[in-house]
């Protein structure tokens, strides 16, 4: 030990470790036997005469980087990482929920205050088609602080979702549907507000209503919209923010006068001519260069890379609710004119068929992403070097979808069938407390599980 | 044996370092057993430091040819004391061997009656 720089090998390790486990990807077993090699390599290095931090550098360096570790072994074994990309994109569904169910009175409120103010039916229109966008901002700032920053909360979170899952899941039930039962009397309450400040709450003539309605039209229409154009953009975002690999970019080894005896030692030890100049240039100078092999996946670069799972999977259960859900709900509509036990059975199905129909979309999907992982990582890769284009391109598949909804209700489906009885909509409200709260849990709980045991204890390296 | 030169020692391109991962696994196993670390070793010593692997890469191709059933592996204890994991050579794996060897054979020789060279034994 020629170099008495204060340079700790196990908590260097330990650090290399954890950042490959944060970014998932890997089994206990696998980091076991990567630090294993890490470890024999760093062993031989520092026999040859490098310091522990120089071996350190040299064998992370031979290694790859995590990122490209982490890439190559989620390939490897799809169904882990997947897991982990379902867990978030269920994430995505319930958190888009909460924030929906909490920001619920706000549209109400905008509009009210703004045909008080007596504002021209478009500028209202804009005020309706705008309140759902800067709202998600908020909220995305506000869960990232949260999750970002306070990490050990997150951990806390997920720890007790899998020791005690349906003690968390009721609770997480109960919370959000007192949530869904609260916000109206906030509505109600605000309401009143307004009409003791303002006056009477004000009824929009038939003109302004007509243009109103318009604007919500193509509200619905675009916000789904956003959602799906928002995956590879954010996808792209993240990828940019990523920080080159250290691996494999080639280095300037721009040899001093003095050097080129050590490094051809360096060499007949083993070492590239790379490896040395790495070496030479880091002894001549200040350490700068062995900073970027560490913590080289940061927080903020993982957490945007779950932000774009948990949008990916808001803007997919949308596009499920339309293909699948939607018509699904036409047999509660089919039997509204007909006896009550009728009535009950066609809700019943409708209620039933829905998920069971998406459920096996799911299943579908799985398993050809399962099965063939590069495909699915092109599209992977198109999306991140091609987020606006990827972006157009699920924004037309989607638009397809619903003009082809649209059609279908608006020229298959005969008018009389369309609208539910009194039987059939309490059915369709159980069916969405259903696909909206129960399922989301339900699963969300059943993928930390998995996903945990497939990561089985990660014990603590030494 | 130090090397003098200077420059650089023209590697393998990445894909045919992909295309011969799978059967320089398999020959250096069927020498018998190793673990990842050694195996490595062995390759950049054999190929005289020309073929370089991103080493980790080497293990989820590992992992994948033990689930083709193609090795098997083992976990046991090192003379260092830690746990290491053991590859060896199935039965399987000796017979694909065999396929891959007589591909690149027959690759080297067209290559070889191509370009006209005297095939050197070493």
Same mark, same amino acid.
């Given at each position: 030990m020629e170099n008495p720089a204060p340079f700790d090998l196990n908590h260097a390790l330990q650090q290399w470790r954890a950042s490959l486990q944060n970014l998932g990807g890997f089994s206990a077993d696998e980091l076991e036997e990567l630090e294993g090699h890490l470890r024999e390599s760093i062993s031989v290095l520092h026999a040859r005469g490098l310091s522990a931090q120089e071996a350190f550098t040299i064998a992370t360096r031979r290694l790859g980087s995590e990122r490209q570790l982490s890439d190559e072994f989620a390939k490897a074994n799809p169904q882990r990482i997947w897991t982990e990309r379902a867990m978030w994109m269920v994430v995505g569904v319930l958190v888009a929920y909460m924030v929906r169910v909490v920001f619920a009175p706000f549209p109400n409120t905008i509009t009210m205050s703004a045909l008080q103010l007596g504002l021209n039916g478009h500028l209202v229109g804009a005020s309706v088609f705008l309140d759902g966008w800067f709202l998600w901002p908020v909220a995305a700032a506000i869960s990232y602080w949260i999750f970002g920053r306070h990490s050990s909360w997150r951990d806390r979170v997920v720890e007790a979702a899998i020791r005690s899952p349906v003690l968390i899941g009721v609770g997480l039930f109960l919370g959000l549907v007192y949530l869904q039962h609260l916000m109206p009397d906030v509505d109600r309450l605000v309401s009143q507000k307004l009409h003791v400040v303002g006056g009477l709450t004000v009824a929009p003539n038939p003109k302004t209503l007509a243009i109103l309605n318009s604007w919500c039209f193509w509200k619905n229409f675009l916000a789904p919209l956003f959602w799906i154009a928002a995956g590879p953009l954010l996808a792209g975002y993240a990828w940019r923010n990523r920080q080159k690999p250290v691996s494999g970019s080639p280095i300037s080894y721009d040899m001093q006068p003095g050097e080129q005896e050590a490094a051809r030692v360096f060499e007949s030890q083993g070492l590239s001519l790379e490896e040395a100049g790495l070496v030479l240039k880091w002894r001549r100078g200040p350490q700068e260069l062995v900073a970027p092999s560490l913590g080289l996946a940061t927080n903020r670069s993982i957490w945007l890379e779950r932000a774009v799972w948990m949008v990916t999977g808001v803007a997919f259960s949308d596009c499920l609710a339309r293909l699948v859900l939607e018509p699904a709900s036409l047999v509660a509509a089919a039997t509204r004119a007909t006896a009550p036990l009728l009535q009950h059975l066609g809700g019943l199905v409708s209620v039933c068929l829905g998920p069971a129909l998406a459920g096996a979309v799911i299943a579908a999907l799985w398993s050809w992403i399962t099965r063939h992982p590069r495909q699915s990582a092109s599209f992977g890769r198109v999306c991140r070097l091609r987020p606006i284009l990827a972006a157009i391109a699920l924004g037309v598949v989607f638009a397809g979808i619903e003009c082809g909804q649209y059609a279908f209700f608006r020229y298959v489906v005969a008018p009389s069938n369309r609208g539910f009885g009194d039987i059939g909509y309490q059915w369709l409200v159980y069916g969405a407390e259903l696909t909206q709260l129960i399922i989301p849990i339900a699963l969300l709980l059943w993928l930390a599980r998995r996903w945990r045991g497939m990561q089985t204890n990660p014990a603590p390296c030494r | 044996m130090p090397?003098? @030169?200077m420059y650089r020692v023209p590697m393998l391109s990445k894909e045919l370092v992909a295309a011969s991962t799978v059967p320089l696994v398999l020959s250096v196993l069927a020498q018998g057993e190793n673990y990842g670390y050694a195996l490595i070793q062995r390759v950049? $010593? /054999?190929? =005289? =430091? %020309?073929?370089e692997w991103t080493e980790g890469m080497l293990y989820p191709v590992l992992h994948w040819m033990e689930k083709e059933k193609l090795i098997e592996a083992e976990w046991r204890e090192a003379e260092t004391g830690r746990r290491r994991k053991y590859y060896r050579l %199935?039965? $399987? =794996? %000796?017979?694909? /061997? =065999? +396929? $891959? %060897? $007589? !591909?690149?054979? +027959? @690759?080297? !020789?067209t290559l070889t009656n191509l370009w006209k060279i005297q095939p050197h034994s070493t």
């Open positions: - | 090397s003098s @030169v950049r $010593e /054999l190929s =005289g =430091g %020309r073929i %199935r039965k $399987e =794996g %000796r017979a694909a /061997l =065999g +396929t $891959e %060897r $007589e !591909q690149w054979l +027959t @690759v080297h !020789q």
